[in-house]
């Protein structure tokens, strides 16, 4: 089973950008539908953004359309998760996730205002 790993999270203040990355243990990207979700205190996880290996096809909720990208490296087993213009209600937990089956352990992004 593939293990996912993030890194990146940390505080930034609120227009300020940050880089999630998320390694996975083994060279599978080709076979997953990879993406991360989010989940702030009190609240349930939510959708942030996906990518379709093969066909390098993105989807985005609305809430980041516009302000977040998602990549991925196939050599390298990392997707990538790069946000831009960063407001406060984006703080929360960020997890990467293959076919929603496999999820990392979380990487905590906070925005201060």
């Known amino acids: 089973q593939v293990r996912l790993v993030e890194s990146g999270g940390g505080l930034v203040q609120a227009g300020g950008s940050l880089r999630l990355s998320c390694a996975a243990s083994?060279?599978?990207?080709?076979?997953?539908?990879m993406g991360w979700f989010r989940q702030a205190p009190g609240k349930e996880r939510e959708f942030v953004a996906t990518?379709?290996?093969?066909?390098?096809?993105?989807y985005y909720s609305d809430s980041v359309t516009g302000r977040f990208t998602i990549s991925g490296d196939n050599a390298k087993n990392t997707v990538y998760l790069q946000m831009n213009s960063l407001k406060p209600e984006d703080t929360a937990v960020y997890y990467c996730h293959a076919d929603q089956k496999t999820w990392g352990q979380g990487t905590q992004v906070t925005v201060s205002s």
């Open positions: 083994e060279r599978t990207f080709s076979s997953y539908t």
């Open positions: 990518i379709i290996w093969n066909g390098r096809i993105e």
